[in-house]
């Protein structure tokens, strides 16, 4: 399916009619007597609109990528991938930059099945609450966009059947929403993700670090509070896997990553091994960001699927009883 440039948006709270584009693609078929894709679920129907938020003041932008067969085959649910998008990206990253390509092409193969993927705008937050409180984003995500998406779509409303996964700083999201409410996402896949250890003090103004300080200051303080960031880190809240007990798992970096993300993820590594905490690492040939996902991401989809496929049967069984 080709998309326009600028995807068209729908009002406050009206997602939930993105299910008519995909009537619209079957009466399509009809119309030029094609058979209609009633058991295709390629290539997936985007739509993108807006969430209200209370708790941030405003709508965000989410664009959401749906079955083909979405409208054809109610009253079936899916499991739900949330997707993040790195820094200076939006919602649309996903169809622009190739995720979505991979994805269609994954399922053609028969390597997925289906699942909804939800790609929420989050401009340069790092998806965590602000250092300053104005914008509380960790707060929109866990207690206005997931419950949104499970009241709307068709979703499996377990844990298991709901993962979030992202690129660069969406996969420093990831890693820190996954291990800080367990209770809501089952698995985790970040790649490229921006992990950085500690900062050097004092930090530059110039640089690597001075760079990483300036996009750092919206979510951790102007000047940076170090102890902020400390409190946020995937790499800090790897060292308490109690608290993400049964949490899946799967990360990796290119091996020569432009901002040096893969001391990051080797740090990460290291301390999931030391604490026995089960989970899957690559650090594969490659750079930074779609480039390199545009190889890769495959392997983080896999990952997702498999443990979908646990919980459609999973919630199957549950409602044969």
């Excluded at 993105?18 to 009633?38: E, F, H, I, M, N």
């Excluded at 750092?216 to 060292?239: I, K, R, V």
Aim: with cysteine.
């Amino acid at each position: 399916m080709t998309l326009p440039r600028r995807f068209p948006r729908c009002g406050p709270a009206r997602l939930s009619y993105l299910a008519v584009s995909a009537v619209l693609l079957a009466a399509c078929c009809l119309a030029r007597g094609q058979t209609a894709p009633t058991s295709a679920t390629w290539p997936t129907i985007v739509h993108c609109g807006d969430v209200p938020s209370a708790i941030l003041g405003r709508s965000v932008n989410v664009c959401v990528d749906l079955p083909a067969n979405y409208a054809a085959t109610s009253p079936e649910r899916y499991p739900v991938l949330y997707f993040l998008h790195g820094l200076f990206e939006h919602d649309t990253a996903w169809i622009r930059h190739g995720g979505k390509t991979v994805f269609d092409a994954m399922l053609k193969e028969g390597r997925l099945g289906p699942f909804i993927v939800v790609l929420p705008d989050a401009d340069n937050t790092f998806y965590v609450n602000s250092f300053d409180g104005k914008v509380r984003y960790e707060d929109f995500f866990i207690r206005e966009l997931v419950p949104y998406i499970d009241r709307h779509y068709r979703t499996i409303p377990l844990r298991q059947a709901r993962g979030i996964a992202g690129v660069s700083m969406g996969g420093y999201g990831a890693l820190h929403l996954a291990m800080r409410h367990p209770d809501v996402f089952g698995a985790v896949s970040a790649q490229g993700a921006a992990l950085i250890p500690k900062f050097p003090h004092p930090v530059p103004t110039q640089g690597r670090w001075g760079f990483y300080a300036r996009v750092l200051e919206h979510a951790f303080g102007d000047p940076l509070s170090e102890a902020y960031w400390d409190a946020n880190n995937p790499l800090t809240l790897a060292e308490h896997p109690r608290r993400f007990k049964g949490l899946k798992i799967y990360f990796d970096c290119g091996n020569h990553d432009r901002y040096g993300f893969e001391y990051g993820a080797e740090m990460l590594n290291q301390i999931l091994n030391r604490e026995h905490f089960p989970h899957q690492f690559y650090l594969r040939p490659g750079d930074h960001g779609w480039p390199y996902l545009q190889k890769y991401l495959q392997y983080a989809l896999l990952f997702q699927w498999k443990y979908f496929q646990r919980a459609e049967r999973k919630y199957a069984a549950r409602r044969a009883k």
